[in-house]
C-alpha cells in the first residue's frame, strides 16, 4: 500500500524558514515523479514545486522560485520542501504528492497519491 508521511509544518514569522519532509512507503520511490501542493482556505489547490524520478529535472512555481527548493534522498524514500524567506502569503496546508509518470505538469490532477498534509502558518 502505497503511504505518504509529511512532516515539518509549524509557525514562522515573515522571512523564516522551514524544512517539510515526506516519507513514502509501499512503492518504489525512486520510479515516480514527485511534487509539493499547497491549499489555503478557500483556495484551490496550487502545485509548488515538483522534481522528476531521476532528480534531475525540477519545476517551480513562479510565486516561490528562488525561495524554495525541492529535493530528494533516495536511500531514505524522503522528499523535501526548503522553504526560505517566508511570507504570510504562503500560509497553507502542503502536501506531498507522487506521479507514477513522467513529470510534465505540475497540477492535482496528474498526481495520484497524496499525503495528509502538514500545516504551514506565516506570520507579518
Known amino acids: 500500500q502505497v503511504q505518504l508521511v509529511e512532516s515539518g509544518g509549524g509557525s514562522v514569522q515573515a522571512g523564516g524558514s522551514l524544512r517539510l519532509s515526506c516519507t513514502a512507503s509501499g512503492y518504489t520511490y525512486s520510479r515516480y515523479c514527485m511534487g509539493w501542493f499547497r491549499q489555503a482556505p478557500g483556495k484551490e489547490r496550487e502545485g509548488v514545486a515538483m522534481i522528476s524520478s531521476s532528480g534531475i529535472q525540477t519545476h517551480y512555481a513562479d510565486s516561490v522560485k528562488g525561495r524554495f527548493t525541492i529535493s530528494q534522498d533516495y536511500a531514505k524514500n524522503t522528499l523535501y520542501l526548503q522553504m526560505n524567506s517566508l511570507k504570510p502569503e504562503d500560509t497553507a496546508m502542503y502536501y506531498c504528492?507522487?506521479?507514477?509518470?513522467?513529470?510534465?505538469?505540475?497540477?492535482?490532477?496528474?498526481?495520484?497519491?497524496w499525503g495528509q498534509g502538514t500545516q504551514v502558518t506565516v506570520s507579518s
Open positions: 504528492a507522487a506521479n507514477g509518470n513522467d513529470c510534465y505538469i505540475l497540477a492535482p490532477a496528474y498526481f495520484g497519491v
